[in-house]
């Protein structure tokens, strides 16, 4: 059975940092790519980045809201994904989900398993 | 980016009833869309990918049609537990985007 695990979510002051981590369980994790993706109070959904598979060298991508602050990363021995956050604001409040994505035809489509969610709360 | 419009953003209806939903991108992404449902505290769940493959165990009152920039999610005979927020991903190009929802609501 496919399992997908977030934790680290917790309050932070602005200008602060918080590391997430999505431990995955029941598929071979370094052939899939995985995505993080957050909702704010009461909004929809925003994808936030990508780890490419191994077999693309476990690549990365990012919204450009995040891109440079945010790092995505893989430990491929803990079957773990993680998501460092740096200088955070209030617009980073938001429930964090990681999520596997498929491989189809030579496509990616994401988001076929998810986890629970870590909130992330940006407040002094 | 591409953008990805969902209309309406809320509809009331009824159990039995049959609801579409549209998604349109701002361009071309083939059929490169999933539809993902979502229940009020829950994380999203997969529907549909390839613009109209079912996901395994999704049940069959779900449909999606589509290609280039006009998309559909049909479902057929409403049903109690099918009362959520739908939404519409492009995965055709970086930024992967999200349509902005659809609630669909009780009447």
């Known amino acids: 059975e496919v399992q997908l695990v977030e934790s680290g979510g917790g309050l932070v002051q602005p200008g602060g940092s918080l590391r997430l981590s999505c431990a995955a369980s029941g598929f071979t994790f370094s052939d899939h790519y995985m995505d993080w993706v957050r909702q704010a109070p009461g909004k929809g959904l925003e994808w936030v980045a990508r780890s490419r598979d191994e077999a693309h060298s476990y690549t990365t991508e990012y919204a450009a809201s995040v891109k440079g602050r945010f790092t995505v990363s893989r430990d491929a021995s803990l079957n773990s994904l993680f998501l460092l956050m740096n200088g955070l604001n209030v617009d980073d409040t938001a429930v964090y989900y990681c999520?596997?994505?498929?491989?189809?035809?030579?496509?990616?489509?994401?988001?076929?398993?998810w986890g629970q969610g870590t909130l992330v709360t940006v407040s002094s | 980016d591409i953008q990805m419009t969902q209309s309406p953003s809320s509809l009331s209806a009824s159990v039995g009833d049959r609801v579409t939903i549209t998604c349109r991108a701002s361009q071309d992404i083939s059929t490169f869309l999933v539809w993902f449902q979502q229940i009020p505290g829950k994380a999203p769940e997969s529907l549909i990918f390839?613009?109209?493959t079912l996901q395994s165990g999704v049940p069959s009152r779900f449909s999606g049609s589509g290609s280039g920039t006009y998309f559909t999610l049909t479902i057929n005979s409403l049903q109690p537990e099918d009362f959520a927020t739908y939404y519409c991903?492009?995965?055709?190009?970086?930024?992967?985007?999200f349509g902005g929802g659809t609630r669909v609501q009780i009447k």
């Open positions: 390839a613009a109209s």
């Open positions: 999520s596997r994505v498929m491989t189809h035809s030579g496509t990616y489509p994401p988001g076929d398993y």
């Open positions: 991903q492009q995965y055709k190009d970086y930024p992967l985007t």
